[in-house]
């Protein structure tokens, strides 16, 4: 049977693929729902436990607050965004990685501003080396480019120093990506822009988060048809498309191309829709099949999750 054709509905995970995607034990989470009713997971006809993906999104928030030194019996009936703000307000998004990315993207800025590519790639391939590869993208990569973006916007850097940095950037991640070893037994994940969008650094970036986790990964580039994309994914097999939108106004409209590659696909794999202007659109805007996924920590958690339903 074709795997793509037993693929759980999306959004429906087993207790197992939840314990590997949020690193709490399944004692732990039968232990969590069974006193304090922290989510409350649906059944499938077999009487298995199955979690949403806002199930899975409160299950970390609770584990990162109780890290933090919260209590569970506390935090159990809190709604998730009152837990969104303790674990902000506790310091949890404040951990040591972002100082430390801050320094980097300080150190490159100053570089672009000299227009000194050497400068610039020094920076960056010290990062690579002491820091894990989603810090490097999170706290490094990502605000360097929107740093440089904007200071272009506001004439503190030349459009020649903002292709300086993007052509460095772009050149890093090829590199570093292809350390890793192709795995030929992890999940296929295609990544492409579709047409008219042709900003390639955010696919780069989730490929190279892919590969860190075994995924056999197909980047198409940029400026690619629905059509094309859709039937490249199911020639190889794959168990999601990630597409990304940067442009918040396209030659041709993304939610029109969007709905075609949902259709070619028929439901075979997840489409995943990502990139700056994917926090424009509303869940309700896309066609049936297609997942948002926002920020990078909505990508990894995706990831995670795909990769524990892969091998559960």
Not at 16 to 42: D, F, I, N
Not at 60 to 84: F, K, M, N, V, Y
Not at 251 to 279: I, K, M, N, T, Y
Request: glycine letters at 6%; one cysteine or more; aromatic letters at 4%.
């Amino acid at each position: 049977m074709n795997r793509l054709a037993t693929i759980p509905s999306a959004g429906q995970f087993t207790i197992k693929a939840v314990s590997q995607a949020t690193g709490l034990t399944v004692e732990t989470l039968r232990a969590w729902e069974r006193r304090y009713e922290v989510v409350r997971p649906s059944r499938d006809s077999a009487g298995r436990r199955t979690y949403s993906a806002a199930d899975v999104a409160r299950l970390r928030l609770l584990r990162t607050a109780t890290e933090l030194g919260h209590t569970i019996s506390r935090l159990a009936s809190l709604p998730d965004d009152e837990l969104a703000k303790l674990v902000a307000d506790s310091g949890g998004q404040a951990r040591p990685g972002p100082p430390r990315g801050q320094s980097y993207v300080e150190r490159a800025i100053d570089a672009t501003e000299h227009s000194d590519p050497s400068g610039v790639e020094e920076v960056l391939t010290s990062a690579v080396a002491l820091l894990p590869p989603n810090e490097v993208v999170n706290t490094v990569l990502v605000p360097l480019v929107r740093e440089v973006g904007e200071r272009w916007h506001r004439g503190e850097v030349s459009i020649a120093q903002e292709h300086m940095v993007t052509d460095i950037v772009r050149r890093l991640i090829i590199s570093v990506s292809r350390g890793y070893l192709r795995s030929d037994s992890g999940p296929c994940l295609v990544l492409s822009t579709l047409s008219g969008e042709r900003h390639e650094l955010g696919i780069l970036m989730c490929s190279w988060l892919a590969a860190t986790r075994r995924f056999r990964t197909h980047n198409l580039g940029v400026d690619v048809p629905p059509e094309e994309l859709a039937r490249f994914a199911l020639e190889v097999d794959a168990r999601a498309v990630l597409v990304s939108l940067v442009m918040p106004e396209n030659e041709v409209p993304a939610l029109d191309q969007l709905r075609e590659l949902a259709e070619q696909l028929s439901g075979r794999c997840e489409v995943w829709v990502g990139g700056f202007a994917a926090r424009m659109v509303t869940p309700e805007e896309l066609p049936p099949g297609c997942v948002l996924l926002p920020t990078g920590a909505d990508f990894e958690q995706r990831l995670d999750l795909l990769a524990a339903q892969y091998l559960s």
